[in-house]
C-alpha cells in the first residue's frame, strides 16, 4: 500500500522559505511513470497544483509559482521536498504531497492523483 506523509512547519512569518517533505512508503519515488506532486488548497479555495518531479528526477513548476518554488528529492530516503519563498499570507493552505503517472497539472478532484498524503496546515502569519 502506497502512502505518503507530508512534514513541515506549521506556521512560517511572511517572506520566509517554507520547506516541506513527503516521505513516501510502498512505492520507490524512482518507479517508472511516476509522478511525485505537491498541491495546495488556500482556505475556500479549490485545489492549486504547485510542482511535479518524476522519476527521473525531471521538475515541473506552475508558472506563477516558478520564481519562489523548488521541488527537489532524496532517493536514499524515499522523500521529495518543496521549497517556496518570500512567503506571504496569500500562501496560507493545506499542502497535499501526491502521486500520478501523467502530469497533471489542473486538479479538480482528488480522483485526478492516484495516492495522497493528509495534508498539513501551513499559515503564514507574523
Known amino acids: 500500500q502506497v502512502q505518503l506523509q507530508e512534514s513541515g512547519p506549521g506556521l512560517v512569518k511572511p517572506s520566509q522559505t517554507l520547506s516541506l517533505t513527503c516521505t513516501v512508503s510502498g512505492d520507490s519515488i524512482t518507479t517508472s511513470s511516476s509522478y511525485w506532486s505537491w498541491i495546495r488548497q488556500p482556505p475556500g479555495k479549490g485545489l492549486e497544483w504547485m510542482a511535479s518531479i518524476t522519476d527521473s528526477g525531471s521538475a515541473y513548476y506552475r508558472p506563477s509559482l516558478k520564481s519562489r518554488t523548488s521541488i527537489s528529492r532524496d532517493t536514499s530516503k524515499n522523500q521529495f521536498t518543496l521549497q517556496l519563498s518570500s512567503v506571504t499570507p496569500e500562501d496560507t493552505a493545506v499542502y497535499y504531497c501526491?502521486?500520478?503517472?501523467?502530469?497533471?497539472?489542473?486538479?479538480?478532484?482528488?480522483?485526478?492523483?492516484?495516492?495522497w498524503g493528509q495534508g498539513t496546515q501551513v499559515t503564514v502569519s507574523s
Open positions: 501526491a502521486r500520478a503517472a501523467y502530469l497533471r497539472t489542473v486538479v479538480k478532484t482528488i480522483d485526478e492523483y492516484d495516492f
